[in-house]
């Protein structure tokens, strides 16, 4: 049985799909559209003016036309933002790109006064309005063209801003916030910490290969209660997973020909990764951002001190490692990313490619400053990565004065 986390999820990445809004709103088009000439009879009260077929079906045979020509321009305009942001930024934020609200609803509206149109006309040929058809056909006509206009503003002025660096660069940070928020509040996922595997225990190993996009913790606790086993959680939500590497090791349950399927139905897998239950891809996809912004063949420094400034919010709520004391939680071990992990995972290209740059280097070991006051739990590593920093910067940074510079802005541990 599928839980309600699951399904939560599972409508969630749905709606952000980009034809779910152009699905949806061609359907209300449809049925507007077809069902005026028939509701305008359940209507009693008759309308005393006329307004013939050729007064309508002008207005629609020009919005038919138009919505068409910006319909293709949208469409035109998204592929080139989302080229521009895999060519400047990284390819991993094309999935943020996807799921913009405001391109997928102009888009929708457009497509949707596009359908409306076409079968309004067709309508008016066959003569399935009436008088009263007519009148609210016109009605919902000058109501949609409303929508478009206001539609198409909005359009218009987020095309400004959309698939620019700063727009990717806020789209991938919002994903990590969110995704670290989520990782702060429950970090084993409604589990208990992960501990060593018991010997004897049995390796459920993976039947395809990609990477866990989410783990079912709510579905492995029901089928331990049921067939009274203990679940050892061996591959988490941004594990690249095959048929050699197992998803979890189970304790129990020997003879249960269904066990097996029914823990395995916990984990999603796919072709790629997903930022929404993943905290290190966000991470991950800020430091290529930087990476390739600090390349020989970009050299955009202002660019990588822009996302240190993201990684800074980003790594903010990133919760200690502290073993649960809840003795209520199931018999599901889960384990997770440890701190060292999630913080090198962004500043690392960073670290490398960076230092032999002044502005960047200093802003980095800021950066590293504020994260030893913001994390007391991470100062073993951000004490790592300064020192590794200081390496990088005295053998890349070639100007004397630049690296006196520098390295007098490194910040006290006092």
Known sequence: ???KARIGWLLRRIVRQIWFRAAL????SVVVAAFAGIVARLIPYHFTGDIGQDAVGTVLEIMASSMLAVTTFSLTAMVSAYSSATQLATPRATQLMISDRMSQNALSTFLGAFIFSVVGIIGLQTRLYGGQGRVLLLIATILLVTLVVITLLRWIAHLASFGRMSDVIDRVENAACSAMAAFAADPYGGGRPAGPVPPGARALPAKSIGYVTHVDVAHLAAQARQYDVAVHVGAIPGT?????????HVIGGEGEECLDDALAAAFSIERHRSFDHDPRLGLIALGEIAGRALSAAVNDPGTAIEVLNALLRSLAELPAQAPSSDQDLPQVYVPRP???????????????????DEEVAIRTFKTLAALRETLPHAAATIRDLEAELTANVERMMADEAALARTLK??????
Do not use: F
Request: hydrophobic fraction near 45%; avoid cysteine.
């Open 338 to 356: 440890t701190v060292d992990e999630l913080v090198r995972a962004g500043l690392s290209p960073i670290l490398r490619d960076g230092a032999g």
């Open 409 to 414: 802005a490194k910040p006290d541990r006092a």
């Open 1 to 3: 049985m599928i839980s």
């Open 240 to 248: 690249m997973v095959h048929k050699g590497r197992p998803l979890l």
């Open 25 to 28: 709103i061609s359907v209300m």
